[in-house]
């Protein structure tokens, strides 16, 4: 088993021995009170059609409102402290992703660990990023332009949604797989770069697929392959950049973390009400139609994957030698 999963397993082990607090006496009547769920970017990308997604089912399942709270800043690390020394009652919750996972590596100084300071709740989905270029881009498939990119070296910008982002490490693997430049074009979240993308202000972008997808479908952005191994059954004539470039692969996921000590009987009933979502026939299909993968499971499983993120995308960034801005 590896390190960090030994290690994640290893402080829910401890966390169990904590001291239980008077708040616990309040977990059989959550959620007495609208809860809240911060979101480490800005309105109108992926994470914040998600979380509302979300939002909107936990509130009608349990009869108080879940607000979206956005907080964008500083690659999700404002939000996640935010939500980390809230206090551990149910009522602040991380949209978390796998940002999360990367900033782990990423930062050499976070005033929190996240494995260590949040309670994984449940995972909900895993949702490819898909390349997409501004239609005045001259080439029509990935070929074409790794052709014209290499004709063209650091005239092509890349917009991300943030340095050391899961858009910026796709385009970085991207560029260090077909040799190409580009100029790396960060933005404080992704509603921002794919308001740039569609004015022509920059050109390419790796975009969650959720706030992408409406956007391929009508034109406006051209898309050239999904990042995971497969095609995605939302874009199945769109081919996988893997078909490609051989051995390129990444995908985004998001799921709901809590303050660590959060009540075991809270995070059960959150997650409980998620898992309820993916048996739901309209949930199901909203998921699909933003081109994600549902992330069932138990708040152990969602915890072994972040454990397994952390360590993937450390290596790479510690290759890459990449650095936050």
Same mark, same amino acid.
């Given at each position: ?7 994640? $397993? ?6 169990? $021995?904590?001291? %239980?607090?008077?708040? %616990? ?13 911060? %979101?480490?970017?800005?309105? /109108? ?42 206090? @551990? ?20 100084? +976070? ?25 005045? %881009?001259?080439?029509?498939?990935? @070929? ?49 770069? $794919?308001?740039? $993308? ?38 199945? #004539? ?31 009933? +959150?997650? &409980? ?7 739901? #026939? ?29 360590? &993937?995308? /450390? ?7 990449? &650095?936050?801005?």
């Amino acid at each position: 088993m590896r390190h960090s999963r030994r290690r994640f $397993l290893h402080l829910a082990a401890s966390a169990a $021995l904590i001291p %239980v607090p008077a708040y %616990v006496a309040n977990a059989q009547t959550y959620p007495s009170r609208p809860a809240r769920i911060v %979101v480490g970017f800005a309105a /109108g990308g992926s994470n914040d059609i998600i979380a509302r997604l979300i939002g909107q089912w936990l509130s009608e399942r349990l009869g108080q409102s879940f607000i979206i709270e956005n907080r964008p800043g500083a690659g999700t690390n404002i939000a996640t402290e935010a939500v980390v020394h809230a206090p @551990p009652d149910g009522y602040t919750l991380l949209l978390s992703n796998s940002a999360n996972a990367i900033n782990a590596s990423l930062y050499e100084k +976070l005033r929190f660990d996240f494995l260590r300071d949040t309670a994984s709740v449940a995972g909900l989905v895993r949702q490819p990023l898909v390349m997409v270029v501004h239609p005045s %881009v001259p080439a029509k498939t990935i @070929p074409q332009f790794i052709t014209y990119a290499k004709a063209n070296p650091n005239k092509i910008t890349l917009a991300s949604a943030g340095n050391g982002s899961t858009p910026h490490l796709a385009g970085e693997l991207f560029k260090t797989l077909t040799g190409i430049e580009m100029v790396h074009v960060p933005y404080r979240g992704a509603g921002p770069a $794919l308001t740039d $993308l569609l004015g022509g202000q920059v050109q390419i972008y790796f975009a969650g697929m959720a706030g992408a997808i409406e956007y391929i479908r009508t034109g406006k952005l051209r898309a050239f392959g999904v990042t995971t191994a497969t095609r995605s059954e939302s874009l199945p #004539n769109i081919p996988a950049i893997d078909e490609f470039v051989p051995s390129y692969e990444a995908s985004g996921w998001f799921g709901i973390s809590a303050p660590r000590k959060t009540p075991a009987e809270i995070v059960d009933r +959150l997650n &409980k009400e998620i898992n309820a979502a993916f048996a739901d #026939n309209a949930m199901r299909t909203r998921f699909t139609e933003l081109g994600g993968t549902a992330l069932p499971g138990s708040p152990i499983d969602f915890g072994d994957l972040i454990a397994d993120e952390t360590e &993937k995308w /450390g290596k790479v960034i510690r290759a890459a030698g990449i &650095k936050p801005e």
